[in-house]
C-alpha cells in the first residue's frame, strides 16, 4: 500500500507503467551510436541534444555550433528527439557527401506532404522530381535573366528603400529598425519579380505584401512553430498532424495576387520576362510533357519570394550591423563606391564584379553569419565512409553546420573579428578548401547565388552611399541572433540603426 486509498495506488501504479513505457519507447534508440561506435552526445528523453532549441533560448545552428566545438572527431552522433544523426565535422566527407558522392545524398531530411503546395517546391522535393523541377527553374535564375529582366526591378525597389529613409529624416526621425526596413526591400523587389505586382511596402505600414512576406515561413504563433519544428527537426509529426509547411492565410494571399497577374498579362498580351512571365512561358511549352497546374506554376514563385526573401533580408541587415560596428570599414566602402560611382548610377557590371571592397565586405558578413547556416542530408543510399569500416545506413540524417566551420579559429583565425581583407586579392587564397560556403556546394546548392548577391549588394551600396549607419548607444558590439528563426539573422528588437544623411 502507497497510499490509504486502493484506488489512488492503482492509479499511481498504472501512470508510473505508462510513463515508464514512455520513457522506454522515447529512449529505444539511444544506444544506437554506442552499437555503431561512433562518438556521441548524450542526449535528454524527447528532445535529444537541442533542449536549448526547443526551449526557444537558441537558434538550431548556435547548438550545432556549439557540439562542433566540443569535439575533435571527424563525425559526431547526435539525436534529433528520437531520431539518431550525424554532426559532420571533417571536411573531406563533407565534401563528399555534398560533393563527391551526391548520388548517396540526393535528398535533404525535411519531410514533405502530398497535396501540399511544398510537394512542388524545389528545396523540399526529392530525388528525381527534384531533380526535374531544379532544371526547368533554371531559366528563372540566371544572369542572363537577372541583368536583363530583374535587375532594373532591383533598383526601382532600392528608389523605395533610399526614398522612405530621406522621408524619415526629414520628419526628424533618424532610429530606423534594420530588420523592418530591409524586410520592406525585399518584399517591394520580390513582389516585381516574382508576382509581377507593386507591393507599396514602404509606402503603406500595413501592406499585406509585406505581412504575407513575413508570415509566410516564420514563427508568428506556436502553432507555426509546431508546424515549422516538425517539418526541419520531427518529419514523422507531419503527416499524423496534417501540419502545413507553408502558412496557410499568407499562402492564398501569394496566389490571389500571383494569378491577378497571369490574368492581366493573358488579357494584355504582356510580355514582361519577370518570373510570372518566364513561368507562363514553361507551362505553354509542357516541358518534358509535364503539365504546369496552377498548384504547381504558383510553387515556384513562392520557392522563389520564400528563398530570397529571408536570405536578401537578413544578409543585408547584417551587413549594415557589422558595418555601424566598424565605422572605418563603412568609410573605407563609402570611399569605394563614391569614387566609383562618380554620381552616376549602379550598373549591373559595378554591383556584380567591380566593386570589389563591396564584395569583401558582403563575403565576410556572408562568413560570420550565413543565413543558411547548416546543410541537412538524408542518406538516400548505405554509404561506407572512405578508408573506414564505418557504414552511414540509408535514411540517416547528416548536418554539415557551415556556421561552425566558417567561424572555426582553426580556418579563421579570429572568427568573431569582421575583416573584409580576408576576402582580398592577396588574403583570398589562404581560404582552405570546403571552409567557405555560405551557397552550400554541389548539385543541391543554392540556386539564387547570383540574384541574392546583386540585390544585397545594391541595397548596401545605396544605403552607404547616401547615409552614415551607426550602433545605437545601447547596442552590443556582437549582433544578438535570434533564437526562434530557423535561418540565421538577428534579432528583431536588437538592431536599430541611427542613420544620418552624408
Ligand atoms: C542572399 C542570400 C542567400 C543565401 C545565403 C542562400 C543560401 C542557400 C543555401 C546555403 C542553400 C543550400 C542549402 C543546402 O545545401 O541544403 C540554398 C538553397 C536554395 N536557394 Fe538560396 N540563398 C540565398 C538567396 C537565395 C535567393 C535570392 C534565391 C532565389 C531567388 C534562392 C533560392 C534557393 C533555392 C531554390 C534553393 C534550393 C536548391 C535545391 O534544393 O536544389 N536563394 N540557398
Keep these: ?24 519507447f522515447f529512449t529505444r534508440n539511444f544506444n544506437y551510436w554506442k552499437r555503431r561506435g561512433v562518438p556521441y552526445k548524450k542526449p535528454l528523453p524527447l528532445v535529444g541534444n537541442f533542449l536549448q532549441v526547443v526551449r526557444l533560448k537558441k537558434n538550431f545552428a548556435e547548438v550545432l555550433a556549439e557540439l562542433y566545438f566540443e569535439t575533435n572527431v571527424p563525425y559526431l552522433g547526435i539525436f534529433i528527439g528520437d531520431k539518431p544523426a550525424l554532426l559532420i565535422k571533417d571536411l573531406e566527407l563533407s565534401r563528399n557527401i555534398l560533393v563527391r558522392d551526391f548520388q548517396h545524398f540526393t535528398d535533404n531530411s525535411f519531410a514533405n506532404r502530398a497535396g501540399n503546395i511544398s510537394e512542388y517546391m524545389v528545396p ?25 529582366a530583374y535587375f532594373e526591378l532591383i533598383i526601382e525597389a532600392s528608389n523605395e528603400l533610399i526614398e ?10 533618424n532610429l530606423i529598425n534594420g530588420k523592418k526596413l530591409t524586410e520592406g526591400y525585399s518584399a517591394e523587389m520580390l513582389t516585381s519579380i516574382a508576382l509581377g505586382a507593386k507591393g507599396n511596402c514602404f509606402r503603406n505600414e500595413n501592406s499585406k505584401i509585406l505581412k504575407m512576406a513575413h508570415d509566410l515561413f516564420n514563427f508568428i504563433n506556436l502553432k507555426r512553430g509546431i508546424s515549422l519544428a516538425a517539418y526541419l527537426l520531427y518529419p514523422k509529426l507531419v503527416n499524423l498532424l496534417k501540419l502545413k509547411l507553408i502558412d496557410p492565410i499568407s499562402e492564398s494571399e501569394f496566389k490571389k ?49 520564400l528563398a530570397a526573401f529571408e536570405g536578401i533580408t537578413n544578409v543585408t541587415v547584417m551587413a549594415l550591423y557589422e558595418l555601424a560596428a566598424n565605422l572605418k570599414i563603412q568609410t573605407k566602402l563609402r570611399e569605394e563606391i563614391r569614387e566609383y560611382l562618380n554620381n552616376s548610377n549602379l550598373t549591373f557590371e559595378a554591383v556584380f564584379s567591380e566593386l570589389k571592397y563591396l564584395d569583401m565586405v558582403i563575403k565576410e558578413t556572408l562568413r560570420e553569419y550565413p543565413p543558411v547556416a547548416v546543410f541537412n542530408r538524408e542518406c538516400t543510399i548505405d554509404y561506407r565512409v572512405p578508408t573506414t569500416n564505418f557504414l552511414i545506413e540509408k535514411g540517416t540524417t547528416l548536418f554539415i553546420p557551415s556556421f561552425a566551420i566558417q567561424n572555426d579559429p582553426e580556418y579563421f583565425p579570429n572568427p568573431d573579428v569582421f575583416d573584409p581583407e580576408r576576402f582580398s586579392e592577396f588574403n583570398s587564397h589562404k581560404i582552405k578548401a570546403g571552409t567557405y560556403m555560405p551557397f552550400s556546394d554541389g548539385s543541391r546548392s543554392c540556386m539564387g547565388e547570383k540574384i541574392g548577391l546583386t540585390s544585397v549588394k545594391v ?43 552624408v
Excluded at 3 to 23: G, H, P, R, V
Design 124 to 148: 523540399f522535393m526529392k530525388g528525381k522530381d527534384w531533380k526535374l523541377y531544379r532544371k526547368f527553374n533554371t531559366p528563372a535564375f540566371s544572369r542572363a535573366t537577372l541583368k536583363s
Design 459 to 501: 541595397a548596401v551600396a545605396r544605403i552607404i552611399q547616401n547615409y552614415q549607419v551607426d550602433l545605437r548607444d545601447d547596442s552590443q558590439r556582437k549582433m544578438k541572433i535570434d533564437p526562434k528563426a530557423y535561418v540565421l539573422g538577428p534579432d528583431e528588437e536588437k538592431v536599430t540603426f541611427k542613420f544620418k544623411r
Design 257 to 305: 495576387v500571383f494569378f491577378q497577374s497571369v490574368l492581366k498579362r493573358k488579357e494584355n498580351e504582356n510580355t514582361r520576362q519577370d518570373l510570372v512571365g518566364i513561368l507562363m512561358k514553361w507551362r505553354r511549352e509542357e516541358r518534358e510533357h509535364i503539365e504546369l497546374d496552377d498548384e504547381k506554376m504558383v510553387a515556384q514563385a513562392i520557392t522563389f519570394f
Design 164 to 173: 522612405y529613409l530621406d522621408t524619415r529624416l526629414n520628419n526628424n526621425e
Design 1 to 24: 500500500m502507497l497510499t490509504n486509498s486502493t484506488e489512488l495506488d492503482i492509479l499511481l501504479l498504472l501512470s508510473s507503467i505508462i510513463f515508464f513505457l514512455l520513457y522506454i
